[in-house]
Nanobody, 132 residues
Framework: QLQLVESGGGLVQPGGSLKLSCTAS????????IGWFRQAPGKEREGVAC????????NYADSVKGRFTISRDNAKKTVYLQMNSLKPEDTAVYYC?????????????????????????WGKGTLVTVSS
């Protein structure tokens, strides 16, 4: 059973930056695609950024392109979300999610982000509040 723990959330002023971390309790993260999703109050959950198991493919929501960067360090079993130029509309609970792991071929990360395709595990989330 893979467990995901998010950290790094908090209160930040508009224009500021935060870096979220998602650490997995698993023998290896080498075959697992990871995504960051968020849910704002009163809104549906949406995919923010997703990354393939090896890090070679990424997908971003249009609303965060150019501001957010997803990356991973498989040796540390950790995936990061660097968030710059934060806006009040980025306020949400941010969740880390993972697929089941595919040693012989990964899932499509665009599909993972757009419709939660292949997502099997979820973290409990970390709150990001962008406010002055």
């Amino acid at each position: 059973q893979l467990q995901l723990v998010e950290s790094g959330g908090g209160l930040v002023q508009p224009g500021g930056s935060l870096k979220l971390s998602c650490t997995a309790s698993v023998n290896t993260l080498d075959y697992t695609a990871i995504g960051w999703f968020r849910q704002a109050p009163g809104k549906e959950r949406e995919g923010v950024a997703c990354i393939s198991s090896g890090g070679g493919s990424t997908n971003y929501a249009d609303s965060v392109k150019g501001r957010f960067t997803i990356s991973r360090d498989n040796a540390k079993k950790t995936v990061y979300l660097q968030m710059n130029s934060l806006k009040p509309e980025d306020t949400a609970v941010y969740y880390c999610a993972a697929d089941r792991g595919h040693p012989f071929g990964g899932i499509n990360v665009q599909a993972m982000c757009n419709r939660e395709y292949g997502v099997h595990y979820w973290g409990k989330g970390t709150l990001v509040t962008v406010s002055s």
